[in-house]
């Protein structure tokens, strides 16, 4: 997708899922308790507390959210593109072997189980469309993390540079194509250590002045100079 589309689309995009998500939200807690209020949902009796107006009227709104939630599953497969969870942004091995396969089928899952919903609110199905939500979370909770983590477990931790590398590669290149430096050219440089008598009596003041670093004394050095200095401009 062009970069447009990340930038200024999918927010947009998020934005007004967002927003239908906590009308329809409100509108179902809504809904419900003015049913209660005019008697079309009743604690009792166990076998008929739904009136046929306010099935179908709640049925219709938990298919719309749940419709909802496969276009916002569909929108999270970008939304990879941008992910931080590892240790490059975007895609890694994981998203594209199991997290972005499980968006899809969640996607698809959703848009079935939304269906069931819209045909339980005009037909004696509520117990089927119940019954599609479970399998819906169910499928999430599986689908959408244990999956995944699994994935992580067993495919890419055993050998995770082999796995990660061409995602890192594509990390890379996109770093450098955003910097402008997708056409540096690389020149290898052969590093001599072997300096000679002559060259090493040339340099014999710069030897001199080298400063040679002990990590076990840098550290501490390093920590009290700062505590120093925190101390004076605190």
Request: aromatic share 12%.
């Amino acid at each position: 997708m062009d970069v447009g589309f990340y930038v200024f689309t999918l927010p947009f995009i998020r934005f007004v899922l967002g927003f239908l998500f906590a009308a329809v939200t409100l509108s179902f807690v809504a809904a419900l308790v003015v049913h209660y209020i005019y008697g079309g949902v009743r604690l009792q009796p166990a076998d008929d507390r739904f009136s046929r107006a306010a099935q179908a009227h709640l049925m219709v709104l938990v298919g719309v959210f749940v419709l909802l939630k496969a276009v916002s599953y569909w929108f999270d497969r970008y939304e990879l593109t941008l992910s931080t969870d590892d240790f490059v942004t975007g895609l890694t091995y994981k998203d594209v072997k199991a997290v972005l396969p499980g968006l899809t089928i969640l996607t698809w899952i959703s848009l079935i189980c939304a269906l069931l919903f819209f045909i339980a609110a005009f037909r004696s199905a509520g117990t089927l469309a119940i019954t599609s939500l479970v399998l819906l979370v169910g499928s999430a909770l599986l689908v959408g993390s244990i999956y995944p983590q699994f994935v992580q477990s067993v495919q890419v931790r055993p050998n995770e540079l082999v796995s990660e590398a061409p995602y890192i590669q594509r990390n890379i290149d996109a770093t450098r194509a955003s910097y402008g430096l997708s056409d540096v050219e690389v020149t290898p440089y052969a590093a001599a250590d072997d300096a000679t008598p002559e060259a090493l009596a040339a340099s014999e003041g710069t030897i001199r002045n080298v400063r040679l670093l002990d990590p076990a004394i840098v550290s501490p050095t390093f920590k009290a100079l700062h505590n120093r200095n925190y101390r004076r401009y605190a």
